[in-house]
């Protein structure tokens, strides 16, 4: 018997929903603003080059006149950004019916944020984590509102968070480590998350996804992965799949994570996969959050 693979067709029209994309200006935000704009979804761009969003916006609406998607300035490595696009999107909007984290950097040489941080780990976990907290309040006054966390296979190359020097300001940076640190505390996040809304009914519901191997602009520093692409990477149309299943199956629960299908889920249509025994831990989630509220001073 054949079966029905998950894909865009399975999104239903999205008119009157709001949905804020982040790093929309390539690969999987990029193909995900697209989906949506056709789905007539309002679509909030949170970019960091507001020259880039606007060439894809005008992509978007070479395709689609009618869009009702924007473009709206955002750094993640600045919880100074962080803080003001989200006053900027209340004074304009008061729903916000998916949130999806899907900025990332990888592998990058070490660098440290506008606030100290370490680079991936300010990008990919803290500023989501500050951008989340600070539009709780619109996702919990919006019924069956959803936080989609972006996370990666390489979540599961690290056995676990240095919490104590977690700037990398004691040890030799490992470009790869440090990424995967980062992408098992978008677990850590999501899960934390869960835990500690489960007794409030107006909670978003919280989801995750990873792409697999996405052939994007994310593995430019990585002279391995694009040596590699070609054989095992699929492009961003395939690869944004889990990342809208978790923000659209209306079966999806909280902590359902998709992925790939395919052989080490590097490919494929998303089906519901598993993550690490080490992101399952509940303990280091919970110090992740505190010590990610110390650091943000965003108190959920």
Request: positive net charge.
């Amino acid at each position: 018997m054949a079966t029905t693979q998950w894909n865009e067709n399975n999104i239903p029209d999205q008119s009157g929903k709001v949905v804020i994309i982040t790093g929309a200006t390539s690969g999987l935000g990029k193909q995900a603003a697209k989906v949506l704009s056709a789905k007539n979804a309002t679509v909030i761009m949170a970019v960091r080059n507001m020259e880039k969003g606007h060439n894809v916006l005008h992509e978007i609406t070479k395709a689609y006149p009618n869009n009702n998607t924007s473009v709206m300035k955002m750094d993640l490595s600045s919880l100074k950004s962080v803080e003001q696009f989200a006053k900027s999107f209340k004074d304009k909007y008061n729903r916000l019916d998916v949130l999806i984290n899907n900025a990332g950097i990888m592998a990058c040489p070490f660098a440290t944020t506008e606030d100290g941080f370490e680079i991936q780990m300010g990008t990919n976990h803290l500023g989501h984590f500050a951008l989340a907290g600070h539009l709780m309040d619109v996702l919990k006054n919006t019924p069956q509102s959803r936080v989609v966390v972006t996370s990666s296979i390489a979540h599961k190359m690290t056995n676990g968070i240095e919490l104590n020097d977690i700037n990398w300001e004691k040890r030799k940076y490992k470009t790869t480590r440090a990424y995967s640190d980062s992408k098992l505390a978008n677990v850590y996040f999501a899960y934390e998350m869960v835990n500690r809304y489960r007794h409030d009914e107006s909670a978003p519901r919280v989801t995750l996804a990873h792409p697999g191997w996405t052939s994007t602009d994310l593995q430019r520093h990585s002279g391995f992965a694009s040596l590699l692409n070609p054989i095992f990477s699929q492009q961003a149309d395939m690869g944004v799949l889990p990342t809208l299943r978790a923000a659209f199956d209306d079966k999806a629960e909280n902590r359902d994570f998709f992925g790939p299908k395919g052989m080490l889920e590097f490919k494929g249509y998303p089906v519901k996969v598993q993550t690490s025994k080490i992101a399952q831990l509940e303990e280091p989630a919970r110090k992740l959050w505190d010590l990610s509220e110390q650091l943000t001073g965003v108190r959920y």
